[in-house]
């Protein structure tokens, strides 16, 4: 066994999707400055996406299982605590997490980071990846 292997870091990435609505609006302004500023994102009606998300799982190779973090627990992780509470929902009116937060695909990245943190091996560093459309994505951590 080549015992250099499990003395670098390696990233496992699983990649989920997950459909949801929201609207943006920062209730301190009118209806005008909102419109101003989100424009289309702003509609009363709400809009929704086809969210696509990647978590990244960056960590030491265990020499006893070969992996930094078993897929399979990854994608269960993801679909209890995010898809589960996310998927076909109405981000502002349904999440908890929304209720005085603007659900920009930055902040939504944020809480996802969030809630998966605490349940990932603290010796293991996080990335959320989330694509809102297919040319626009944020990172966080950047």
């Not at 929201?22 to 702003?42: I, T």
């Not at 076909?88 to 809630?115: G, R």
């Not at 560093?125 to 994505?137: A, C, G, M, S, W």
Request: charged share 25%; with cysteine; aromatic share 12%.
């Amino acid at each position: 066994m080549n015992e250099n292997l499990f003395k670098y870091k390696t990233t496992v990435i699983r990649r989920e999707h997950f459909n949801a609505a929201h609207r943006l609006e920062n209730s301190a302004w009118d209806g005008s400055r909102n419109r101003d500023v989100f424009g289309k994102c702003n509609n009363v009606n709400y809009h929704g996406h086809n969210y696509e998300l990647e978590v990244m799982v960056t960590g030491f190779v265990d020499p006893l299982t070969g992996f930094v973090m078993d897929a399979k627990v990854l994608s269960d992780l993801i679909n209890s605590e995010v898809l589960d509470k996310f998927d076909h929902q109405n981000l502002n009116v349904d999440v908890e997490e929304f209720q005085d937060l603007n659900p920009t695909a930055e902040n939504i990245a944020f809480v996802i980071y969030s809630i998966l943190r605490s349940k990932i091996n603290s010796n293991h560093d996080l990335k959320i990846r989330l694509y809102e459309t297919p040319r626009n994505y944020v990172e966080y951590p950047a």
